[in-house]
Every structure is written in structure tokens, then in C-alpha cells.
């Protein structure tokens, strides 16, 4: 039997991973987040380890409040940047492979073409930098560990755009949209499974992109939302600069995810087809 210790576990992902962790009966899965297991404590993930001695870790905490970090720097670096130094150099002490998730946000996002693994990185703005340094002190502590990119990551689970969107449709009747950052919805339950098509591979280390297929901009993905509920929303679309935020949003962070599907071989689902998925459950949680 294969030990996967997920921390994170109260997040979208990680409560996305508890829910299909029945469909691989040869993995014993441990979930932990705070107060059971933090982060960013040396002797409690070594403890962990000793403890349930897992052979894979996927690390599925973050600092993910963008804005908040502008005025929360050190918090979100402590999360971010210095909590996936200590688990990785940890795990490698124990021979436990780990599995970092990160962000589109590692890169400026003003390019033209789907953004590779191997592009250069310039990240703007706390979360961002914070991010950025979380996967170099991975790469740093481990010999051979996996970071996943993913971009617009939402669930049933949380605190995310989806629910936003629902929430303001029917309190406000009405909302305004940027159309002018493009991107790809991720639906973390199916960021859950191809992570675990990683580990069942024992994939080699390094970078890999993970988004749902297609491109819209936060007004399609918004506008796609509530035509799907049947909501009947105007929305408006406005410009980057029309809806001011602490932090730098990218305005072109679609992820080139070519060789991760040369690596599983699987057919990554459309992100129209994941939301409908998604707001199916959401449905049969009411």
C-alpha cells in the first residue's frame, strides 16, 4: 500500500483529493492541515514523517489571499516560500517524494503564446514573488520532486470565483467583469485526479502544467457561470484598469500543457464541461 500524506487538506484541492481517494483503493491517503499538522514548524513535519512514514507528499497549502499579501508579506512568504523549503528538504531527508502545487502567477503574463515549463519566470507582486520562491526552494531541497502549475482554480469547496460569481448574481442583480485578463478555469477535482496520475506513474521530477482545456477571459467564465444555473445576470465587461486590486492580475496566463499530457497520455476535459461537473455538485450540496 502507497501512503500519501496531503497536507492542506481544508482547501479546494485537498478537499477535492479526500473526495475521490476511493477510486485508488491502493493508496493510503493521511490528510492534515492546521491546527494537526503546520507547515511551517520543522519538528512538527518531521514528526509527521516519522510518524505515518508516506512515501509521497502532496502539498496542497498556501497563502492564496493575492491582495491581503501586499499588507501580509511576511505571512504569505512564511506559507508560501519557506514552509515548501522545509518540506521538501524534510521528505528528502526521508525519502518521501512530494508533489508542489503552484501558479500561473510565477510569470508576468504578458505574452501571446501558452506559456511552457521552461519559460522565464517574473512574478509580480507579493503572492506572486511568494510563490515564485516556494517552488525554488522545493526544487532546492529535493532531488527529485514534481511542482505543478495550475491557473483559476476553483471547487464545490471554499472561497472561490465561481461561488463569488453565484453569490453577487443573486444578491446584486447585476455585475462588471474583466475581460481583458484571458486564462484557463481549472476545476480542482480534476487537478486532483491528474495529480494522481503523476504519482501512480511515479513521474519524473520537474515542472509540469496543469489547467482544464480552452481559453475565456473572467467575464466568458463569469457569464458562462450564470448561463448554466439559469441566472439572469447583466454583466458588464470592463477593462484591467476600471477594477482596481492591490496586486498585479496576469493578462495572458494560459498554460501550455503539452507535456503533461505527453507524460499520462490523458485527455484533459474542456473547462465548460468541468464547470457544468462542478455546479452539479455544488447543486447536490443544497
Known amino acids: 500500500m502507497i501512503k500519501i500524506l496531503v497536507t492542506g487538506s481544508k ?53 492564496t489571499a493575492v491582495d491581503k499579501a501586499e499588507t501580509d508579506a511576511n505571512a504569505a512568504m512564511l506559507i508560501n516560500s519557506v514552509a515548501p523549503g522545509i518540506l521538501a528538504r524534510l ?9 508542489h502545487i503552484s501558479t500561473d502567477y510565477v510569470f508576468e503574463g504578458y505574452g501571446y503564446r501558452p506559456i511552457s515549463e521552461s519559460d522565464p519566470k517574473k512574478p509580480n ?8 520562491e516556494g517552488e525554488d526552494n522545493v ?4 532531488p527529485n520532486p514534481i511542482v505543478i502549475r495550475t491557473s483559476w482554480l476553483y471547487s464545490e469547496f471554499g472561497n472561490n470565483f465561481v461561488k463569488t460569481v453565484l453569490r453577487l448574481a443573486r444578491e446584486k442583480g447585476s455585475m462588471r467583469m474583466v475581460y481583458d485578463q484571458v486564462g484557463t478555469p481549472t476545476w480542482a477535482g480534476d487537478l486532483a485526479i491528474a495529480i494522481m496520475k ?19 477571459s473572467w467575464y466568458d467564465f463569469a457569464v458562462a457561470i450564470c448561463k ?18 492591490a496586486a498585479p492580475r496576469p493578462c495572458f496566463s494560459v498554460l501550455d500543457k503539452s507535456y503533461f499530457k505527453e507524460t499520462t497520455g490523458m485527455t484533459i476535459p474542456h473547462w465548460l464541461d468541468s464547470l457544468k461537473k462542478c455546479l452539479d455538485q455544488l447543486d447536490e450540496q443544497s
Do not use: M
Not at 507582486?125 to 515564485?132: E, N
Open 11 to 63: 482547501g479546494q484541492l485537498g478537499n477535492e483529493l479526500q473526495r475521490i481517494q476511493s477510486s485508488f483503493p491502493d493508496f493510503s491517503f493521511h490528510f492534515t492541515d492546521l491546527p494537526e499538522l503546520d507547515i511551517t514548524s520543522e519538528s512538527e513535519v518531521e514528526k509527521a514523517l516519522e510518524d505515518i512514514k508516506p512515501d509521497w507528499l502532496i502539498n496542497c497549502a498556501g497563502y
Open 91 to 99: 521528505c528528502a531527508k526521508h525519502s518521501v517524494r512530494i508533489v
Open 125 to 132: 507582486g507579493v503572492y506572486a514573488v511568494s510563490k515564485s
Open 139 to 142: 526544487l532546492a531541497n529535493h
Open 198 to 216: 503523476l504519482i501512480t506513474l511515479n513521474a519524473k521530477e520537474g515542472y509540469y502544467h496543469y489547467s482544464n482545456e480552452g481559453v475565456c
Open 228 to 245: 448554466i444555473k439559469g441566472i439572469n445576470c447583466p454583466i458588464t465587461p470592463i477593462l484591467t484598469w476600471e477594477y482596481k486590486t
